[in-house]
């Protein structure tokens, strides 16, 4: 491609052209680094934040100190961020599982020897969702002894032992779904445990099973759970829990 | 018109019979001019300086109307010379620091580009890193196919659950399974509701921070037995004995 009037080199004159184009100015918003350019400054600082959709997620400026490695040790957002790759890693996940109990051990055993990264993906799938308990752990500890949940953010404490919960309840439906030995009797030891909740203890049982033994109709069930529905709840809490950590006034502390 | 308030009224009428009983006598001018002749409270009415009161005497005597303070206003009850010959009158007190407190104090912030951003995605890397690596080396377990005539021994839950499971072997199941995990977790969503001491510094709070640390080492320390020191028939075995019975 050749400049009509010869004067600029190709490469940015196509860039120019490319970031006048309508399509361009019509995806990045006015103020956007990649309409006008990053040159260092206060102001392109706050435009990175401002014009993404990082705004979303995070104010233009934070406490000093709430940039403190060692203050939070990225805890909940490293929670967050396996929350992430769990929801990628389990996408890829599905395209070769059906959970029923004819095929799901088999398809897992397919997806080890004959997919492409299969098996590393699987591992990557399992070792993120114990890091994610430890992780969502950990932030509850670490919270509390930085006494971060005292007014005003009692609310937020309340959301957190929710999404404690909701971490504990999206690993142990995904720990049924390989149908091998282990699944089958460390769900029959847990939902046994469950089965004693008192007064309608056998009701609770019935409902996570979907019957009265574990059989294909629990791996239906806890596959719809563990893929879509506790997803969906945990992205709404977490939604909530970003969000008044923000109202709040942005993380606790300093001591 | 507003009318004026009854405890200022009488505040000033005191200071009226105050400074007729002492008749001009002034105190040592302590108070700073500006203070002076700020038109108000009793405390700086007796202390006003004697060549301040001359200098509104003559004032008085010739008045001017930039200085009276309250032009126009009719229907109270003040002379319109007072005792000294001022012609001030009592308005309101306006108390200093509800002008001079600023709300908010201005605090150190940073960008969050470069500064947060940075370290998120360090942070967010070297957990990849970590989780790639770890995955090229350790596989997934995956035992046989489920077999519901087959019950291995031992059966374990996953290891978030074990402390419930390890407590199995103490209380009935209604206890173990359900009441003190219940309980546990009912404290757990109240605590900020519970603990009103409203410090978060660590020598203000060792009666919270003894208490959780205590329960995170109930259940660490369950967590542990029930993983590494339980073997077939979920019997107590030292694992450098019998071996590890334990599956993440």
């Keep these: 491609m050749v400049d009509s009037n010869g004067s600029k080199p190709t490469g940015q004159a196509l860039a120019e052209r490319v970031q006048g184009s309508q399509a361009w100015g019509s995806i990045f918003r006015p103020g956007s680094i990649f309409r006008k350019g990053y040159s260092d400054s206060p102001r392109n600082r706050s435009y990175v934040i401002m014009n993404s959709v990082l705004y979303h997620l995070h104010p233009v400026k934070v406490k000093r100190h709430a940039v403190k490695v060692s203050y939070t040790l990225c805890l909940g957002g490293l929670s967050f961020f396996l929350f992430i790759h769990l929801t990628v890693t389990g996408i890829f996940l599905m395209f070769f599982y059906r959970p029923t109990a004819a095929q799901a051990w088999n398809d897992i055993l397919t997806l080890q020897t004959s997919v492409g990264f299969g098996l590393l993906v699987r591992n990557m799938h399992r070792w993120a969702a114990h890091l994610m308990v430890l992780s969502v752990f950990l932030h509850m500890a670490r919270v509390f002894y930085h006494g971060a949940y005292k007014p005003p953010r009692e609310f937020n404490w309340v959301i957190g032992v929710m999404l404690l919960q909701l971490t504990l309840l999206l690993s142990f439906t995904g720990y049924l779904l390989p149908w091998d030995q282990l699944a089958l009797w460390a769900v029959t030891v847990g939902t046994n445990m469950m089965g004693f909740t008192p007064v309608f203890g056998s009701q609770v049982r019935f409902v996570l099973l979907g019957g009265v033994e574990i059989g294909t109709d629990t791996l239906l069930r806890w596959y719809v759970l563990h893929v879509l529905m506790l997803p969906f709840v945990t992205v709404i809490f977490m939604a909530i829990h970003f969000w008044r950590v923000r109202k709040d006034g942005g993380i606790s502390g300093p001591l | 018109m507003t009318e004026i308030p009854e405890h200022l009224r009488k505040r000033a009428d005191e200071a009226r019979q105050k400074a007729a009983a002492a008749s001009g006598a002034d105190k040592p001018a302590d108070a700073a001019p500006s203070e002076a002749t700020a038109p108000g409270s009793e405390a700086t009415e007796g202390r006003i300086p004697v060549h301040l009161l001359d200098r509104s005497k003559a004032a008085a005597n010739q008045p001017s109307p930039g200085a009276d303070p309250a032009p126009g206003g009719g229907g109270a009850p003040a002379p319109s010379s007072?005792?000294?010959?001022?012609?001030?009158?009592?308005?309101?007190?306006?108390?200093?620091?509800?002008?001079?407190?600023?709300?908010?104090?201005?605090?150190?912030?940073?960008?969050?580009w470069p500064h947060l951003l940075v370290a998120e995605f360090l942070a967010a890397l070297a957990v990849t890193l970590f989780l790639l690596a770890f995955s090229i080396f350790v596989n997934a377990p995956l035992l046989d196919l489920a077999n519901f005539n087959q019950t291995p021994n031992p059966s374990k839950a996953p290891w978030y659950f074990l402390g419930l499971q390890e407590m199995l072997t103490?209380?009935?199941?209604?206890?173990?399974?359900?009441?003190?995990p219940g309980i546990g977790l009912i404290l757990l969503v109240m605590a900020p509701y519970i603990d009103k001491n409203p410090s978060k510094a660590p020598e203000d709070r060792k009666f919270a921070i003894s208490l959780m640390t205590v329960h995170l080492m109930f259940w660490a320390v369950l967590v542990m037995i029930g993983s590494f020191f339980r073997g077939p028939g979920f019997n107590f075995i030292f694992p450098w004995n019998s071996g590890l019975f334990f599956e993440l």
Excluded: C, E, W, Y
């Design chain 2, 82 to 112: 007072g005792p000294d010959g001022h012609n001030q009158r009592l308005l309101t007190v306006v108390k200093s620091g509800s002008i001079q407190d600023t709300k908010s104090v201005p605090q150190d912030k940073v960008h969050v």
């Design chain 2, 170 to 180: 103490m209380f009935h199941p209604m206890v173990a399974g359900v009441t003190i």
